[in-house]
């Protein structure tokens, strides 16, 4: 079993930036790819970054890629998920998600694992 925390949405300004974090405990942090997935109201949840097991490949989706920075910490067993020049529509409730020991897949129902979400609201 792998318990996972987001923190770090709030409310911000276009052209913000911001940092999320997901904490997970229980088994080892490093079998996991991680996810992070964002839904905003009345849509899907969407697959926008994510970082292998190993730590040396990444993910990002169209929407996102050069804006947002995936990183995880070994030590702190902990995914990052750097924001920068925040848009409205990047408005969603972010999930972070594990997967045991896998590739980056997009499909959701991959993931083992999911936190419950921390809401990110950009606006003016």
């Known amino acids: 079993q792998v318990h996972l925390e987001e923190s770090g949405g709030k409310l911000v300004h276009p052209g913000d930036s911001l940092r999320l974090s997901c904490v997970t405990s229980?088994?080892?942090?490093?079998?996991?790819?991680m996810g992070w997935f964002r839904q905003p109201h009345g849509k899907e949840r969407e697959l926008i970054g994510a970082i292998a097991w190993s730590g040396d490949s990444t993910y990002y989706s169209d929407s996102v890629k050069g804006r947002f920075t995936i990183s995880r910490d070994y030590a702190r067993n902990t995914v990052y998920l750097q924001m920068s020049s925040l848009k409205p529509e990047d408005t969603a409730v972010y999930y972070c998600a594990a997967e045991y020991a896998g590739s980056i897949v997009a499909n959701a129902d991959e993931y083992d694992y999911w936190g419950q979400g921390t809401q990110v609201t950009v606006s003016s």
């Open positions: 229980g088994r080892t942090f490093s079998y996991y790819t």
